[in-house]
């Protein structure tokens, strides 16, 4: 009797064991940049592991979180597209890829910058919700949230906190279902923008994504009407 639960405490160790290495394979198996986000992000500059657009003197910053598995040079267009604009970006690399797994990565990048007055959090996909975490503990450092084909991590009713949710409609992962169920999470007074004809990828620069929906629109057609509705809630 006692070798057989020796046996089978080392069989369940075991496939711990490869559970836990299978599952840290899969989040390196990332999204890409593409060429086109590959140019914007040499734009920016590496600082500590996150790639940084603008002046970090200036009033407004903007940290975006990756979605899950995607490359931070990915979404390297909204740093050069809001940097012209006179905003600062921040776009860290996320702990194993994934922000549900790295909610603080906010915190160095808005200490390691105390000239900026206001901060804005966003995220793609998995990344939005994960930036929702940060915000709803850092309401006195946070005062607004954007997501990104994405939804909060937990009820945001009752935060003082700004929120714009921008949607594709034609996104495979983030369905519009999900995201009109959203809206009983957040403040009353958010805003709501759906894309037409987007899709959950064309949301960052790295190609096709499994389970999206294909769009009639570029990344970049899509990305530009994006930043057009940031720019105007900023």
């Known amino acids: 009797m006692k070798k057989f639960f020796k046996w089978t405490a080392l069989s369940i160790v075991g496939l711990l064991i490869i559970a836990v290495a299978g599952f840290l394979i899969w989040t390196q198996f990332t999204y890409g940049p593409t060429d086109e986000a590959t140019q914007y ?61 790295d909610i603080d990565a906010a915190d160095p990048i808005i200490e390691a910058h105390p000239e900026i007055e206001r901060w804005v959090v966003a995220g793609h996909s998995l990344g939005g919700s994960a930036a929702s975490g940060y915000a709803l503990e850092h309401q006195e450092a946070v005062e ?13 009713v009752d935060s003082d906190l700004r929120v714009l949710s921008i949607s594709g409609e034609l996104d495979g992962l983030a369905v519009p279902e999900d995201i009109e169920a959203s ?46 509705a940031i720019l105007e809630w900023l």
């Open 41 to 101: 992000a040499e734009e920016g500059k590496v600082v500590d592991n996150r790639l940084e657009f603008g002046d970090p003197t200036s009033e407004v910053g903007v940290i975006l979180y990756p979605g899950a598995k995607v490359e931070k040079e990915a979404y390297a267009y909204y740093g050069t597209r809001l940097a012209e604009e006179g905003y600062f970006v921040a776009i860290p690399s996320l702990r194993l890829n994934l922000g549900i797994l």
């Open 144 to 156: 607004g949230v954007i997501f990104l084909a994405s939804y909060p991590i937990s009820s945001m």
């Open 183 to 228: 809206r009983s999470d957040l403040p009353d007074d958010s805003q709501f923008v759906q894309i037409e004809g987007g899709n959950h990828a064309n949301f960052g620069m790295y190609g096709p994504q499994k389970g999206d929906q294909e769009s009639p629109l570029t990344s970049k057609e899509q990305l530009d009407e994006v930043l057009s």
